[in-house]
Structure formats: structure tokens, C-alpha cells
């Protein structure tokens, strides 16, 4: 009897495999997530400091809120250590050398008065020369820089431009272009050269180039041998200005204000954190709904078990037995398929930008193994619930049950289902100002909805439709017979189709309401006729705008990008900066139109801001002064002024110019606006540009291309992740579709036994299928609608848009799989003699 049971419960191949390939994917998310995140928060490492063995900086933490429940941030470029802070670190004992590091972007031009290439595309960063020890580099031709007009190149520079000892290279920085007499080169490692393009000049004249005078961005320290740095940090940062930080070796990079990659870093893990846990998410509620599916299409095994004398609890034991072992080997199988993806993956997420160039994973076990459990456990999880039904009643009653479909939900299902429509109602209600970037949030809680209540909200509507629409004929009939005997089959499938339809379906719609959107608002906010951009750098010389706005019949606004955090409640925009801009107010009439509604945008100036509606709705009042830090995390007193509307791809913060140069990465304009016209104008445009060759000037219309292809880059980082949750939701529908079909098994033999032909019982799956894949649809379009209802308050996006062309793609590749899932195992079926459809095992 025991060999029997054992046998009658052996799992079928198709369920098994569907069981399988389910949970494998749910691991291999859960570990390639967890190892991304491990390692961007993980030491970063010594960085361009490899030579130090502590570094010194200024204080870097913006922190939110107060005792348990605060939280903090990394700002990229803290304010700079004073000059004197160098000779009092030296002083400390125990501390046997301290280097000033100063750090700032320029652009080296070539001989053909193009930019040089540099390091991944980052702007190369100029740096005093006693830096060069903390890498260290080393001089293979000429000498230091030892006077003012003396630069340094290294090697992958001087290479780039064929500059040897004593040539003249012209270098574009935050005060403007000069020519510089090429006085050496210099090398560092092969892996440190990788990292940054340097160049190198005198201490004085690296400060005066970076546009922000004495000081020093970090400071180096080599100890003597023997010390320990933990045991002196106190005493370092005391020595630094008492609130100074001191980084060791192994965090060393976080304080090179050039790299970006440790930033980069912790917005990868932000990243990961938010898209990635709702990713798996959206796996794991997969993952439950098809193993719950393969247990209830054994209902009739577990019936005729319970009625020759097996207990529960021997039914129970081997259900989980089964669905542990193939959690287990799916979970290992999904942990070495991660690993194998980690290089594509890597790649993928450098190449949006994502993380810094030279990112690599870092295994680590803990993630492997939360990957190897978390399968088995939902899957077990979701056996227990899905077998309690016809485990409690008695066998009789089981075995009577299990040859009728099932009729009703149960009633935990049916709560959890209403649950999750009052959370998804909730998510788009309360943040309805946000209410594109919670959209995906609300679409899991829909689609679980969806998922949950699919024979009420799927099945009865696609057996109710599908009836008049599939009367007459022999084929018809089987289907529409089937349609309401058999609602949690068709609901399932197409509840698979509506998750296809409404995770890309909603970042399709949101994306592109949001990019619309902030291509109206440039259009509206841009009144000049021309705009000088950087072609390499990062940015423009203040005294490009300056040098514009002299030429006689010109206005020009330079316009600085940097940030504010805001940490007055209710305004700390989730623990994040808000975006904000600094200019000049005089020089915007006739370049920039902000559409202000309230106060005076003249009136930015000293502390006075400006607040886009958003803000401004949220509590930042006209006249209110807000409590705030800077780019560098300097601490300010901001007083509102006025209120704008045109924020989209601008800030939601307009800080006066002084202000905003004084305190941002780099002293730099983000693109310099210009209303002016003739041929005088012309003219001193194009001498600007022969003396900064890294100013571009563009027209209006060229802007803002630049304006749209800037909005679709940036919408390929989120695509990184909906593309591995389309691809989560693609394997659900299909794997459910080819699961549904394969328990049908015993109902096509019947139906070829009862006289139909093998074309009418295909048709009549293909008309079953086409129905609730129709439905899916359907569902899955009013999914997109309800999590996306409020987006006209969203000020980030405006009147929905729907681009047809992607839209098309979501809705072909969903009724594809739709009922590619179903037809394929029927048609293997339907294909096979009525002989060997009879002999079947159940």
C-alpha cells in the first residue's frame, strides 16, 4: 500500500517542470539581486588613494529626521577641509606624512582642437601634484610642475594626444581655457590608470583652476609603521576641524570627490532595493500561484488516497517532501544560473549607467543561501494552503469533491484578495502626487488581486462573454461548455496574461507620460533661441555665460545643476535631494520662462529660493524659511520666495547662481541659454567657442532633441529591471497556460472517445484559450488604468500617453504567449493516436 501511495503522487512531468522552472528563476533573482547589493555595500576600497593609509574629509552624511528614525545620505563633493587643517593632521603623532588633495574636472584639447577621450567617458580630473603620491604616479619623462604655466599629463592622455615634454596643450576648466606648457608624464598601476584620466600642476594653481580657492578636498595620511588608524582617528579628525571624518583603507575611494563610482554604488543597491524587492515580489507570488495550481490539479490523487486509508498527515508529508525536493534543486540550479549572469548582468547595468565602470560582484554566501531557501519555502507554504481543502474534509467527501470542478474560493483567498485591491486603491490614492513612481507598486497589488480572485473577476466574464460568441457547431459548444465548468483553469491563464499586460503595460504608459511631459515643460520653459552646451567636462565655464552676455544684443543665462536636501518635515523627499538649479533671475527674461505664480523670481538672491508647485503644495510656503543643506551638505537657512510651475527636467528648487557654484560638485553650467540675434551676435559666439573648444552651440530645436534622447537614456536604467520582470511574468504565462493544458489530459481523451475529431477538440481549446487570453487582456488594461488613475496629479507627468507602437508589442507578445502556453501541449496531445491518449495514466 505505501509503494502505491508513493507512486499515485509521484509528481507529473509538466507540473514538475512548471514547479521547477518557477522556483529556479525565483532564485536566480534573489541571488543575482542580493550579490549586487552585497556588493555595492561593501567597502568600496582604496580607490585613487591606494598609497594612503587613512584619508580625511570634511563631513559627508546629510542625515533626516532624529533618533531611531533617522536616516542619512552620502553627498558626492563635501565642503573642503580649510588649508591649515593640512599642517595640523601632519602634527598629530604618529602620523608620519599628510597630503592635500584637490580634485576638480577639465578637459584637455588636442592638437586638432578636439577633446581628448578619457576613462569611460568621466571628464578627466586635475589634481596638485603631492596627490600623485597617494596613488601613486610616477614620472616617466620631463619633470613636476613647478611653476603656474606647468602641467603633467598622465600616460593615457599625453598618449591620446601625442604630447611629449615641453609641448603646449590648451586645458578647459571651471574658471576658463588655458594654455599650459607640458612639462612631464606620468604613470600609475595598470588598475589605477583604469579609473580616473589625470592631470597634475602645482598645488596653488590646482585650487585656483578648481573655481573654489584654498582648501583641500581630502587629505592623505601615511602613518609610522606600527600605528593603528582606529587608534589615532579622533585625534586626526580633531586636528581636521573636529567634525571631520576618517576614512581607513578599505573606504578610502568614498572620499576622492572625482569618482563617482561610490555613489553610483549606493544608488545601485537604492535601486535594487526598491525595483529589485518588488521584482521578487512579483516572483514569489508566481511562484505560489503555480505550485497551488500543480496541488489542486491533484485533487482527484489526493481523494482516492485519503479514501483507501491514507491519513492527512502521511498525504501532507509527502506533498512536501516532493515540493521541497524540487525547491531544493531548483534553488541550486537558480544560484549557479545567477552566478553565470552575473557578467551579462554586470554589463547591462554599467551600460545605463547603473553602476561605475569596472563594477564586478563580489560573491557572497549569505545571498545564496536566502536564494536556495526562499523557493521551498513559499513553495511549501503555498502546498500547505492549497492542500488544506481536501485534506480536512472526509475521504468520501474528498473523492465526490475531486471529480467536480471547483465551484467556490475559499474564504482565506477571497480576503486576501479584497486585501489586496484595498492596498492598490490605497498606494494610488494616498500618493497620488507620486503617483507614477508608485505605479508599479500598485500594479503588484492589483495583479495579486487579479491572481486571487480570477475565477470571479476572469472567469465568470470570460464564460459569460463566451457563450454567445462561441454558440453553434461542434467545436463552439465544447468550449462554451467548458468555459463555466471550468472558471479557476481560464482564470488562471488569463490572470498570467493580465501580469504580462500590466507590468510593462504600466511602464510603458508611465515612462512615456513622464517623458512627454518634460519634453512640454522644456518646450514652454525655453525662450532662447540658441543654447551653448558642454561637449566634454561635464560642464561649461561660468565665464562662458558672462563672455555671452557682454556681446551686444545678447541675454545669456547660465544655468548650474546641483541639489538641495530639504529636512523640514514633509519636504525630505523620502530621505533623498531634491534636483534644483542656480541662476541668475535678471538673465532669464528673454531665455527662461519658470511661469512663476507667486512672489518675484528677482528676488533670488542671498538666501532667497524658488519652489516649484510641487514643494510648494507639499508645505513650502511663500515666505516660509526652510531648514536645508546644500550640494556638500553645508547647512543653510532658505527662505521662499517664489513659485514656479515649470519644474519637469529643470528642479524643483531655483537657488541664486553664487550660491548654487559655491556649493555643487563642480563650479560648473549645465548649458548656458542665449536670446540674441545678427551677425554681431554670430560672431562673438563663435570666437566663445574657439576660446572654450568644449562649448557647443545648438539651436532651440536641437536642444531640446537632446532634451527627449536624454529622457529615453535615462528610461533604459529602469528598463533593466521591467525587463526581468516581463520576463518573470512571460514565464508565468506561459508555464501556466502549458500547465492548464497538460491536466487536461483526461477530458481531451474523453472528448476523442465520446466521437470528437482531433480538429474539433483543438479548436475548442483554441476558442477556450483565445477567450481567456481576451479576458487576461482585459484585466490587465484595467489594471494599467487603476494604477496609473491619478497620474494627472502627478505634476512629474500630466495627461496619460500611450505610445501605440510599445503598447502594440506588450499586447501581441501577451496573446502570443497566451496561447502559444495553451495550444502547444494540446496540439501534442491532439496529434497522438486515440490509442495511446486512452492508455494515459491519471
Known amino acids: 500500500m505505501s509503494l502505491f501511495r508513493f507512486r499515485m503522487l509521484q509528481p507529473r512531468p509538466g507540473a514538475l517542470a512548471g514547479i521547477f522552472v518557477m522556483i529556479a528563476m ?131 592622455l599625453a598618449r591620446a594626444g601625442g604630447f611629449h615634454p615641453g609641448d603646449r596643450a590648451r586645458i578647459v576648466s571651471p574658471i576658463g581655457a588655458q594654455t599650459f ?33 584654498a582648501g583641500f578636498d581630502a587629505i592623505g ?7 593603528d588608524l582606529a587608534s589615532l582617528s579622533s585625534r586626526i579628525a580633531a586636528a581636521a576641524g573636529g567634525s571631520a571624518q576618517v576614512l581607513d583603507h578599505r573606504h578610502a575611494a568614498a572620499a576622492d570627490v572625482g569618482d563617482t563610482g561610490v555613489l553610483n554604488r549606493a544608488e545601485l543597491v537604492a535601486l535594487l532595493a526598491s525595483g529589485g ?131 467556490r474560493l475559499g474564504i482565506l483567498r477571497l480576503l486576501l484578495g479584497l486585501i489586496a485591491i484595498g492596498g492598490g486603491v490605497a498606494i494610488v490614492i494616498t500618493l497620488r502626487a507620486e503617483a507614477i513612481a508608485f505605479a508599479s507598486l500598485a500594479v503588484c497589488c ?80 525655453v525662450r532662447a533661441n540658441r543654447v551653448i552646451v558642454a561637449s566634454a567636462g561635464g560642464g561649461l565655464p561660468p565665464s562662458v555665460a558672462q563672455e555671452a552676455a557682454r556681446l ?11 541639489d538641495v536636501f530639504l529636512l523640514d518635515q514633509g519636504l525630505d523627499n523620502q530621505g533623498d535631494s531634491w534636483d534644483a538649479a542656480g541662476l541668475d533671475p535678471a538673465a532669464t527674461r528673454g531665455t ?53 510651475d515649470s519644474a519637469n527636467g529643470f528642479g524643483d528648487v531655483v537657488l541664486p547662481q553664487a550660491l548654487a557654484l559655491a556649493h555643487a ?23 566663445i567657442t574657439r576660446w572654450v573648444p568644449t562649448a557647443v552651440i545648438e539651436s532651440r530645436a536641437e536642444f531640446l532633441g537632446e532634451v527627449k534622447a536624454q529622457g529615453e537614456d535615462q528610461a533604459r536604467a529602469q528598463w533593466v529591471i521591467v525587463a526581468l520582470m516581463i520576463l518573470i511574468a512571460a514565464m508565468a504565462a506561459f508555464n501556466t497556460g502549458a500547465m492548464a493544458a497538460a491536466e487536461r489530459r483526461r477530458e481531451l481523451v474523453l472528448a476523442r472517445l465520446a466521437g470528437a475529431s482531433r480538429a474539433q477538440m483543438i479548436g475548442a481549446v483554441t476558442l477556450e484559450s483565445l477567450i481567456a487570453t481576451l479576458a487576461g487582456l482585459v484585466a490587465g488594461a484595467g489594471i494599467v488604468a487603476a494604477s496609473l488613475a491619478e497620474a494627472g496629479h502627478d505634476p512629474t507627468g500630466g495627461s496619460l500617453t500611450i505610445p501605440l507602437g510599445q503598447a502594440g508589442l506588450v499586447l501581441g507578445g501577451a496573446i502570443a504567449l497566451g496561447l502559444l502556453g495553451t495550444l502547444l501541449p494540446a496540439a501534442v496531445i491532439g496529434r497522438a493516436p486515440l490509442t495511446a491518449l486512452a492508455g494515459l495514466r491519471e
Open 26 to 156: 525565483t532564485a536566480t533573482i534573489a541571488a543575482a539581486v542580493g550579490q549586487f547589493m552585497a556588493t555595492g555595500l561593501g567597502a568600496p576600497g582604496p580607490g585613487r588613494f591606494a598609497a594612503a593609509d587613512g584619508v580625511v574629509r570634511a563631513p559627508a552624511t546629510v542625515t533626516f529626521g532624529h533618533g531611531d528614525g533617522a536616516d542619512s545620505v552620502d553627498v558626492q563633493r563635501p565642503a573642503r577641509l580649510p588649508a591649515a587643517a593640512l599642517a595640523r593632521v601632519a602634527a598629530v603623532p604618529g602620523v608620519r606624512s599628510a597630503v592635500g588633495d584637490v580634485s576638480f574636472p577639465l578637459t584637455v584639447i588636442g592638437r586638432d582642437g578636439v577633446p581628448l577621450p578619457t576613462r569611460g567617458g568621466a571628464p578627466a580630473h586635475g589634481h596638485g601634484w603631492p596627490s600623485a603620491a597617494l596613488t601613486p604616479y610616477r614620472l616617466l619623462d620631463g619633470s613636476t610642475p613647478r611653476a603656474a604655466g606647468q602641467v603633467v599629463l598622465d600616460a593615457g
Open 181 to 213: 606648457t607640458v612639462s612631464g608624464i606620468a604613470a600609475a598601476s595598470a588598475a589605477q590608470e583604469q579609473r580616473q584620466s589625470s592631470v597634475f600642476l602645482t598645488q596653488a594653481q590646482a585650487q585656483r583652476l578648481s573655481g573654489l580657492g
Open 221 to 227: 595620511v601615511r602613518l609610522t609603521p606600527g600605528t
Open 277 to 407: 524587492g518588488i521584482m521578487l515580489g512579483i516572483a514569489v507570488f508566481v511562484v505560489a500561484g503555480t505550485v497551488a495550481f500543480a496541488v489542486e490539479g491533484r485533487r482527484r490523487e489526493i481523494a482516492l488516497l485519503r479514501a483507501i486509508g491514507a491519513t492527512p498527515g502521511q498525504v501532507r508529508r509527502r506533498l512536501l517532501g516532493v515540493t521541497a525536493s524540487i525547491g531544493l534543486l531548483a534553488g541550486v540550479a537558480g544560484c549557479l544560473a545567477a552566478s553565470a549572469l552575473f557578467g551579462p548582468f554586470t554589463r547591462a547595468v554599467v551600460s545605463v549607467g547603473l553602476a561605475p565602470d569596472g563594477f564586478a560582484v563580489t560573491p557572497n554566501w549569505i545571498p545564496y543561501a536566502i536564494a536556495v531557501a526562499v523557493g521551498p519555502v513559499v513553495a511549501l507554504l503555498a502546498t500547505c494552503v492549497a492542500a488544506h481543502r481536501s485534506l480536512r474534509v472526509r475521504p468520501a467527501e474528498a473523492l465526490v469533491g475531486s471529480a467536480l470542478p471547483q465551484r
Open 446 to 525: 492589483f495583479a495579486a488581486a487579479a491572481a486571487l480572485l480570477a475565477p470571479l473577476v476572469i472567469g465568470w466574464p470570460a464564460a459569460i462573454v463566451g457563450r454567445p460568441l462561441l454558440a453553434g457547431g461542434g467545436t463552439g459548444f465544447l468550449a462554451s461548455a467548458s468555459l463555466p465548468a471550468r472558471r479557476f483553469r481560464v482564470g488562471a491563464i488569463g490572470a498570467a496574461v493580465a501580469l504580462v499586460v500590466a507590468v510593462p503595460g504600466t511602464e510603458v504608459v508611465g515612462l512615456a507620460t513622464t517623458q512627454r511631459a518634460t519634453q512640454h515643460a522644456a518646450a514652454a520653459r
Open 552 to 562: 551686444p544684443g545678447v541675454r545669456a543665462a547660465g544655468v548650474v545643476s546641483t
Open 592 to 644: 527662461l520662462d519658470l511661469d512663476v505664480r507667486a512672489g518675484s523670481l528677482y528676488a533670488v538672491r542671498g538666501n532667497g529660493i524658488a519652489v516649484s508647485e510641487t514643494l510648494a503644495h507639499d508645505g513650502a510656503r511663500l515666505g516660509r524659511t526652510l531648514h536645508a543643506r546644500l550640494a556638500d551638505g553645508t547647512p543653510a537657512r532658505l527662505r521662499v520666495v517664489a513659485v514656479y
Open 665 to 687: 560638485t563642480a563650479p560648473l553650467d549645465s548649458a548656458v541659454f542665449v536670446a540674441g540675434h545678427g551677425p554681431a551676435a554670430d560672431r562673438g559666439l563663435a570666437s
